[in-house]
């Protein structure tokens, strides 16, 4: 069953770019309430932490170094079917290749620098809201 909650980080590529603002606009606008955010910086340790279940891919090393390059704004985001209707608006990894209107295609300047994160399940978009959330910072 879906739920109505999904995490998302703006990645240091778009927080270097002057584009949270924009990239939260596009959020609200397509009908997502902010339920919980923070800005804030990971570490090359806390980033691996994350992004442990791709330790074993050849790009885990690249993607820690990028995600500790800058600070991030982390959310969790609320809305009917919040996962799918989510990854449709941030779009294709690979913004070449994401629709117009994305998120992606807007902000991405490449596959690696892409601008945003977007759990792939519900059961991941609680794992990550919770590895970046207490209960009493959501709202």
């Known amino acids: 069953m879906a739920t109505n909650r999904t995490f998302t980080m703006i990645k240091p ?4 770019a002057n584009n949270i603002g924009p990239i939260l606009s596009m959020m609200t606008e397509a009908g997502f309430r902010v339920v919980a955010m923070k800005y804030t910086h990971l570490n090359a340790d806390t980033a691996g932490d994350f992004y442990a279940v791709h330790k074993e891919r050849p790009f885990y090393g690249e993607l820690v170094e990028f995600m500790s390059s800058g600070p991030i704004v982390a959310a ?22 994401a629709a117009e209107g994305t998120i992606r295609k807007a902000f991405a300047t490449s596959i690696g620098e892409n601008a945003v994160h977007g759990s792939d ?19």
């Open 13 to 16: 590529d778009a927080v270097r």
């Open 76 to 97: 969790i985001l609320e809305k009917d079917n919040a996962v799918e209707s989510f990854r449709t608006l941030i779009g294709a990894t690979n913004p070449a290749e």
């Open 121 to 139: 399940s519900d059961e991941n978009a609680a794992i990550e809201g919770d590895f970046f959330f207490s209960r009493l910072e959501r709202f």
